[in-house]
Every structure is written in C-alpha cells, then in structure tokens.
C-alpha cells in the first residue's frame, strides 16, 4: 500500500523503483545501472589546500585521492556563503540562504522545508546522517540519525540520536565512523540509501587523535607567501579579527595557564573566554590520554616559556603549531574515508554507489595571515570536490566547470529519478559526471556573507560574483566598498583594481552580470 499523503511525484519514482531489482545497492551494474546508493562525505574547513589530489605540498591524503583517482577532481567548486551552518542548510534545501531562512551561525534551520533526504525518503531510500550537523533544530527525512551537539568535541564526544543524548569515550572522527559503518552494516538492504557522513574535524581547536601527534614533530612548514599581507587598499580585509598572530595561547594553542602570563591575541572574539573553553576540552581526555597528550606537548610548551617570544617570531611560532595540528587532524579524516571505501569494496557496494568528498566550505592555513573562513576570496570561497561513481564516471577525470554547494541537492535526486522542486535553485551535476558541460552551463558563481556585526572575527557583510577570471565584491552594512581583482593578474588577490580605468569596461560588464545574479537567485532587496 502506498504511504499516505505521498506527492504525485514521490508515487511515481516509487513506482519506478519498484521496478528495479531488490537489493540493487548490493549489486554491482554494467548497463543502465539502478539508482546508485549515495555516500556524501563532509569534513568542516577542509581546505583544497591541504589535499594532496589538489596538488597540496602539507600533506598526503591517499584515501581522499582515491575517490578523485577513481573518479573525478572538480577544480572550480564554491560555496554560496563560507561559514557552517548556513553552508549545511543550503546543501539541504538546494537555496541560497536568503530563501533557507539560515543566513548565519545564530539561525535555526526550518525542518520544515523541503529537502533532498526527505524527497529520497519518500522515493524509497533508506536515509541517514551522522556526525555534525550544527543546525540547532533536530534532522527530519532521516531513518536514522546520530549527531554531535553544536560543533562537538575531540575526545569524548556527546552524540544525540532519538533516544536522547550519550556520551561515548573515543575520538570523534573514529566514532563518526563507527557509527556510518554501523548503519551501511544495519541497513535494510532491500533498499538504496543516502548516508551524510559529515565529520567535525579538522574545525577548530583542532585536537588530534593521540597516534598522530608526533607528525610533522621533525620538521617546520613554510610559511605561505601572503602571510605578512598588509591589506593595503583592502579595507574590510584590514578591520577582520583572525589573524593567526591573535590566536589565544590557550584555546588554539593548548597552553596550559603556568606557561603564559596572560593572552596575546583575541583569537576572533575578545569577550570569548578561551582559558575556560580550554580546560574544557582537556579534561573531555581521561587520564592516559592526558598523559600521552602531556608526553608530547610538554616539553613544546616549556620551550615556548623560556623563548619568551614576541611580534613576528610569536606570529610564526603560532602558525607552527596551528597549521602541525590542523593537518594531524586531517590524517585522521583521510584514515576514517579509508575505513569506509574499504567496506564499500569488501561488501560489493563500489559500482553502484555515488561517493561524494567535499568540506562545507575552504579555509585560511596562513594566506593573509589568518585562520577561518567567511571572505569571498579564493580560500574559503573555493571547497574541495571531489565524485566517484564508477557506473557513471570515467576514472581520473578533472572538470574546470563552475559549481557550488546549491547543485548537491538537484544532483542526488536527478540519479534518483527523482525531479527536482522548482523552489531548488541549484543545478545537477549529472551531464558534467556523464562527461558532457552543457552549453547553458553557469559562466559566473554568487556569493552572499551575512555574519556581522554579530558571531566571530569581525568580517564584514559582503555579496559578490566570481567569473572564470574576474571577482567583484561589494562589502557593506557599515560600510560602503567595493573590491576588484583580475585573478589571472593577481591570484593571491592583493591589488584591488576597482576604479581603475583600465577595468572599467570589465567593472561595468560585472555590475550588470551581478545584478542579474541577484534578481535571478531572489537576493536583489535594497541593502
């Protein structure tokens, strides 16, 4: 019998699942493949740059590489508002924030409206999500879920699921895994399912797992060439508050308080109080992690004592041991990936499942001499992408198409013959996976930051268009400026050419282009 109050269109794809094979998630296909099982794999604030397949010098990420290796590397995939949660919620809704309703880290999202795991719910997928989900309201179109609450923590993590809330000794992103692996292993396998497997890490404070810790421990990282940037016609890039320099000694650092007389920086929020939020998060540890944790850091912090170190060295000493931990922590994701294409392939799940690998938006490691994200430039704008689904996929491919975090939703439901809400303003990815770019494809991307005065690092609200060689930006609400940059010219985009005569028919062509955007996307009301 079918389920009541179903949309004529969830009767009609399960009708036509119906008449797949049961058990088609279980077997591999070699024409017309049924509709594939779908795997989203989301780490927080994983920047390209730290992917080896992006070419990353910092670190080697095999398992991640296998799913470009085996499928495909996108080179131009963005986000359509670089902070968390409202990052989450697009992916969900196919909507750019100002339709969600989730425009910055403070809103609660709208369970209430509809989104891809509800449509695939309804079509006959087995749905599931587990790990971050950071949107204050509970999941709905979910048989199963598991969350962390808010951003969670390192070391023994509290997890929601319906029966309430559990705390589980570990690390996060092992028991992110264990969990993921306990629903493919537990799932109804008369059905294709759609798991979110969305780690916490690396976001900050960026603790990693215990065997991990002496990475890098032989050997310091070369600064990135922007790191001593002094935002020179760049006025809302100067008035920010994330500057690796003001990183708190004890929250980002981990300095315990008898290795420092008092806090050098502001570490993004000047009223946070960061030794608190420290002594926290040590003692989620029991007392043999501590004392593998104090084995390593130790003598590192009773260095830092004696060097008594100020201005530059302080600033470079600190981008050493953020940028050490950051990609420790990053180890241990590309490890937990690893554990899940293993059971795909020991179970006979490879050919006919659609894995995706993306971050829920890019992040600074020193460029400009910060941390974080929420700027439209390359680093945060820019997230990795990454696609295997080798019924569909020709192996090793690289695709220079404009994407964004919009087209998640459309693209999940198109292979699952399933239509896409006219209300979805994203696109399916599906032609460029099939290895055609159609004509009509997007030649420019829209960007909408909405954070500020309130939450972290004192960015400043902005919107913008990105083309395949321009960027325009407009930051406003306290204030008024607009910021050009010719990334072919200048790819660290540190020269701001708005108002220069030589720009001025590109600067036209880009207001005109960027107010199409606006009316198209419904986010052209008076600012």
Wanted: charged share 25%; net charge negative.
């Amino acid at each position: 019998m079918l389920k009541k109050g179903l949309s004529a269109l969830a009767i009609l794809a399960g009708l036509w699942a119906l008449s797949c094979s049961a058990g088609e998630g279980d077997t591999p296909q070699t024409s017309s493949p049924a509709r594939p099982n779908i795997i989203f794999i989301m780490s927080d604030d994983h920047a390209e740059q730290a992917i080896s397949a992006y070419g990353s010098e910092l670190i080697e990420t095999p398992n991640i590489d296998r799913i470009a290796r085996e499928g495909i590397r996108f080179d131009n995939s963005f986000v359509t508002n670089s902070i968390c949660a409202p990052s989450r919620a697009v992916l969900l809704t196919g909507k750019y924030s100002n339709l969600n309703g989730l425009r910055d880290n403070r809103d609660e999202f709208d369970g209430s409206q509809v989104t891809f795991p509800k449509l695939l719910r309804e079509a006959g997928y087995q749905t599931a999500v587990v790990g971050k989900w950071h949107l204050k309201t509970e999941p709905t179109g979910f048989d199963f879920w598991k969350i962390l609450i808010g951003q969670g923590e390192y070391y023994t993590p509290v997890f929601k699921d319906e029966g309430g809330r559990t705390e589980y000794p570990g690390y996060v992103t092992d028991l992110i895994t264990d969990f993921a692996l306990e629903f493919l292993e537990n799932r109804d396998k008369n059905k294709p399912f759609c798991l979110l497997y969305h780690h916490k890490a690396p976001h900050r404070n960026w603790m990693p797992a215990l065997k991990h810790l002496k990475e890098y421990s032989d050997r310091d990282l070369p600064l990135p060439e922007t790191f001593y940037d002094d935002y020179q016609g760049r006025d809302a890039a100067r008035a920010q508050d994330m500057r690796i320099s003001d990183m708190y000694l004890s929250m980002d650092m981990k300095l315990h308080k008898e290795y420092y007389g008092e806090e050098t920086g502001t570490g993004g929020n000047r009223d946070a109080k960061a030794d608190l939020s420290w002594v926290g998060s040590y003692n989620r540890m029991t007392e043999e992690q501590k004392q593998a944790w104090d084995a390593h850091y130790t003598p590192i912090n009773e260095e830092y004592r004696k060097a008594n170190l100020k201005g530059n060295e302080l600033a470079e000493w600190k981008y050493q041991r953020y940028i050490k931990d950051y990609l420790r922590c990053l180890i241990s994701v590309d490890e937990n990936v690893g554990r899940v294409l293993d059971y795909l392939d020991q179970n006979g799940l490879v050919e006919n499942t659609l894995v995706v690998y993306t971050s829920d938006q890019g992040f600074y490691l020193g460029e400009h001499g910060w941390y974080d994200k929420r700027f439209m430039y390359e680093e945060s704008l820019s997230m990795p992408l990454l696609m295997r689904y080798p019924a569909v996929i020709e192996p090793g491919r690289v695709s220079d198409a404009m994407v964004l975090n919009l087209d998640f939703a459309p693209t999940f439901l198109d292979f699952a013959g399933v239509q896409a809400p006219s209300e979805m303003q994203g696109v399916s990815l599906r032609p460029l996976l099939e290895g055609e770019t159609p004509e009509d494809w997007r030649t420019a991307v829209y960007y909408h930051y909405y954070e500020y005065p309130h939450g972290w690092h004192e960015v400043k609200r902005h919107y913008g268009i990105r083309t395949e060689r321009y960027k325009l930006i407009h930051f406003y609400n306290d204030i008024d400026t607009w910021e050009l940059f010719d990334l072919q010219a200048d790819p660290s985009e540190l020269h701001n050419v708005y108002g220069d005569p030589e720009y001025q028919d590109v600067q036209e062509d880009l207001h005109t282009r960027l107010n199409t955007l606006r009316q198209q996307y419904k986010d052209d009301q008076e600012l």
